[in-house]
């Protein structure tokens, strides 16, 4: 199984400023089969980023992925206020699937 | 436009089963591989597995084998996920996503089926 760690688990930054928040694999993800989620309170996952960097339908372009391999780096290029929210990074490459434990992105 | 509508919340008691239903609109649902997701009480996603409403077919993560039943009927556009056996730790949130395709990742979601398992 693909073990997914993300980091940091908490990151403080203010609207306007720049996000960088990172997923770790311990094997190699096949194909570049990664995807990154965002998940407010009581809310569903929305999908960000699938294929690593490949934008979903709808999301802004402020949001980009990127690497490969075993790193991968959602970066959100200036943030509005209601990206502050919980993401969570997905491998399907192999089965089983697994998600990373989460990064909140908070409001310094 | 693309719909996945789950069952209402349930309450079991340990050792019980619960069959959860997630009703999909606005696409061809024979064409996408439809995934259950839960996620516990203040933590992460976890999945389950997926089934392809195509054929029936199934692959479960190793974790729920011998408890989870995936399903559908193509009929009425459904898929379901039973989860059998029931402990304090299956209280969670459950989700069923629809797998996009060749290009992967969950694209749509349902709204999330509250289970809790409580004596």
């Known amino acids: 199984e693909i073990v997914l760690t993300q980091s940091p688990g908490t990151l403080s930054l203010s609207p306007g400023e720049r996000a960088t928040l990172s997923c770790r694999a311990s094997?190699?993800?096949?194909?570049?089969?990664l995807a990154w989620y965002q998940q407010k309170p009581g809310q569903a996952p929305r999908l960000l980023i699938y294929g690593a960097s490949s934008r979903a339908t709808g999301i802004p372009d402020r949001f980009s992925g990127s690497g490969s391999g075993t790193d991968f780096t959602l970066t959100i290029s200036r943030l509005e206020p209601e990206d502050f929210a919980v993401y969570y990074c997905?491998?399907?490459?192999?089965?089983?699937?697994?998600f990373g434990q989460g990064t909140k992105l908070e409001i310094k | 436009q693309v719909q996945l509508v789950q069952s209402g919340a349930e309450v079991k008691k340990p050792g019980a089963s619960v069959k959860v239903s997630c009703k999909a609109s606005g696409y061809t649902f024979t064409g996408y591989y439809m995934h259950w997701v839960r996620q516990a009480p203040g933590q992460g996603l976890e999945w389950m597995g997926r089934?392809?409403?195509?054929?029936?077919?199934?692959n479960y993560a190793q974790k729920f084998q011998g408890r989870v039943t995936m399903t559908r009927d193509t009929s009425i556009s459904t898929a379901y996920m039973e989860l059998s056996r029931l402990r304090s730790d299956d209280t969670a949130v459950y989700y069923c996503?629809?797998?996009?395709?060749?290009?992967?990742?969950?694209?749509?979601w349902g709204q999330g089926t509250l289970v809790t398992v409580s004596s």
């Open positions: 094997q190699s993800v096949s194909s570049s089969y």
């Open positions: 996503a629809r797998d996009q395709g060749p290009y992967g990742g969950n694209d749509y």
């Open positions: 997905q491998q399907y490459g192999s089965s089983p699937w697994t």
């Open positions: 089934i392809n409403p195509n054929s029936g077919g199934t």
